[in-house]
């Protein structure tokens, strides 16, 4: 199958020296491209700013910003069998970009920045891309998980979101083990164990590919 990966985080600038970001270390999603690549698909990554090594064999698109990895997205997902948004991308991002280095000006102990709504990626993959393939998504969330995930799944049109519980220590951003759980339509939700996100990945990816094997064959 073609898969469609997207990982780690977006960077939005403020000015030539400054950016708003998020700690996404992109470890599951370059995990998930890796796990891909050895079960024999053919993986697209696009990845956010890393520290990590894209795994041999990935088709990497570097990109920096929402926008930037909004239009990756749009430009590569037609094709794709499956496309898996793990990736922590911005919701908001300054609604305008200085030129110069904002200075620290006299007195002035507060500076205000007006944000504005980054593009929503895996939102746009159906309602205007006309994405007609297996969608997943992921929901990191810090409370009520499953009902915000649920929500999530149904109004983003995926086949399967991924609940991510990114309030527990040891899980989640930046770290070498993850605890999510499935959710799927028409079906109870289904925990799987905590567990390094390579092991994780393999498992995640065994079940995405039945499933959307299943639904190409319906
Ligand atoms: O990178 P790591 O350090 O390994 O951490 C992994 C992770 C915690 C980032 C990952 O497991 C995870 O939960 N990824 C989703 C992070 C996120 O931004 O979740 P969200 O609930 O804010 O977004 C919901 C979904 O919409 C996600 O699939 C996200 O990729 C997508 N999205 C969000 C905002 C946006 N503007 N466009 C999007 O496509």
């Known amino acids: 199958m073609k898969i469609l990966i997207t990982a780690g985080p977006t960077r939005e600038p403020l000015d030539p020296v ?7 270390s992109g470890k599951m999603g370059y995990a998930l491209a890796q796990a891909a690549l050895e079960a024999g698909h053919q993986v697209t990554l ?4 890393t520290a990590l090594t894209a795994p ?9 910003t929402a926008r930037q990895m909004f239009e990756a997205v749009r430009d590569h997902l037609a094709s794709q069998d499956v496309a898996i948004f793990s990736a922590a991308v911005a919701d908001y ?3 305008a970009v200085a030129e110069q280095k904002i200075k620290k000006t006299g007195d002035t102990l507060t500076l205000t920045l007006t944000l504005e ?8 993959a159906r309602s205007l891309f006309g994405y007609t393939g297996f ?4 929901a990191a969330e810090t409370q009520h998980l499953l009902a915000h995930a649920e929500e999530k799944r149904q109004r983003k049109g995926c086949d399967l979101l991924i ?6 220590p040891g899980i989640g ?7 999510v759980t499935l959710c799927l339509p028409d079906a109870a939700p289904i925990p799987l164990p905590r567990q390094t996100k390579a092991a994780l990945a393999r498992e995640l990816l065994a079940f995405i590919s039945q499933q959307a094997t299943l639904k190409t064959s319906l």
């Open 163 to 168: 609940a991510n519980d990114v309030s527990q």
């Open 135 to 138: 969608l997943v998504g992921f």
């Open 46 to 49: 696009i990845s956010g700013p």
């Open 173 to 179: 951003f930046d770290s070498g083990e993850n605890e």
């Open 56 to 64: 041999e064999g990935v088709s990497l698109i570097r990109i920096e």
């Open 18 to 24: 400054r950016y708003l970001t998020n700690r996404s």
């Open 117 to 124: 709504k980054t593009e929503d990626i895996l939102g746009s």
């Open 93 to 95: 991002r300054p609604a």
